[in-house]
């Protein structure tokens, strides 16, 4: 009996110590510790910045260096998620998802911001400028600030501008040497009525559609080509379903880097600091970079592609002016007279 009772003792012994360390494991694995570092972390404030392009691009570029400039500014405690390639919200979607909160961050393309309003479309007019030095002067000047003063009207705060370069043509329908040889075809462009109304005065057939479904469009044969600057061209892959390439910088393409007016009132002085000063450095360095990107993705084009490529000459180029300078005049009650002279101004200088 007595030794029943030892056997007993022992055995409830031995489940009391199975139970305690089964529980200690258990406690102790759920358990998080923390060290200094990352207890930082769970103050790290982390914002969204949505766009369109490919990350091989001066759009997705500058997005990965501001938000890499940001984090390195604020130590850690500030994080700038960025979705490329249209992966959160297509270029349709993006000013909404903007008003609501859903992203802190957008660069739409400046043809987009005429649904705000129209004044933006002056730099959609063909041939608005000649050069990057131009294009510098005129954002950096009083049509930049004309045009980011527009945005508070829906509580849009501009941060800063940042260049792509100038756009292209591409066809499968012939090469595209002078104006007449668009006549009839059909074109994938921005949504932008100053830019329909230029392919229309050429006797085209201009298609409204986003980014992303112009490489299906091609691929299709829904429309016979587009327009875009060399590193969407490059980065898209749009000479693989295209046959014929002009140089004929006759747009330029850009983005306004936005946020919203209430969100960035929102943040600490400390935060705004961080993120204009990251912003500046950023911009500065789009501003130098995107020319030659777009000059060496030119050589990729060639050196991996079939295509055949065009430059106009300078005598073709004014033909092209010529034949759409009509267009300034049709929009001047629309745009301003103001914003269309400064541009005028600026294009008259060597």
């Known amino acids: 009996m007595k030794s029943m009772l030892t056997c007993l003792g022992l055995m409830v012994l031995g489940i009391a110590t199975a139970l305690f360390i089964g529980f200690h494991d258990r406690f102790t694995s759920e358990v998080t510790y923390y060290d200094d570092e990352q207890e930082g972390l769970k103050d790290q404030i982390v914002f969204k910045f949505s766009h369109v392009v490919a990350e091989n691009t001066p759009k997705g570029r500058a997005a990965n ?10 130590g850690g405690s500030i994080k700038i998620e960025v979705f490329p390639n249209g992966s959160l919200y297509s270029d349709n979607e993006e000013m909404n998802a903007l008003q609501n909160g859903d992203v802190q961050f957008i660069a739409p393309s400046t043809s987009k911001l005429g649904t705000l309003s129209p004044e933006w479309g002056v730099l959609d007019l063909p041939y608005a400028f000649t050069s990057y030095d131009a294009v510098q002067k005129g954002l950096n000047g009083k049509i930049g600030a004309r045009l980011f003063a527009s945005l508070e009207r829906q509580h849009f705060k501009g941060l800063a501008y940042w260049t792509n370069g100038f756009k292209q043509l591409t066809s499968n329908k012939g090469p595209i040497l002078s104006p007449d040889d668009l006549k009839g075809q059909a074109l994938r462009i921005m949504p932008s009525s100053v830019i329909e109304d230029q392919y229309r005065l050429l006797g085209a057939y201009p298609r409204q559609d986003s980014f992303n479904s112009t490489f299906q469009l091609l691929e299709s044969r829904l429309v016979d080509g587009e327009e875009n600057t060399i590193s969407n061209i490059y980065s898209k892959k749009f000479y693989n379903v295209q046959d014929y390439l002009t140089i004929s910088n006759h747009g330029y393409l850009g983005y306004a880097v936005m946020t919203d ?16 000063e990251a912003m500046k450095e950023t911009t500065e360095w789009n501003e130098s970079s995107a020319e030659q990107m777009n000059k060496e993705q030119l050589e990729e084009i060639k050196k991996n592609s079939a295509i055949s490529i065009h430059v106009l000459t300078k005598a073709e180029k004014l033909k092209w002016m010529k034949r759409l300078d009509p267009i300034y005049g049709q929009y001047e009650p629309v745009i301003g007279r103001g914003l269309i002279q400064e541009l005028l101004s600026l294009r008259r200088q060597p």
């Open 65 to 74: 260096k501001f938000a890499d400039l940001v984090y390195k500014k604020s």
């Open 261 to 276: 007016e209430r969100f960035w009132n929102s943040q600490t002085e400390k935060t705004r600091s961080i993120l204009t």
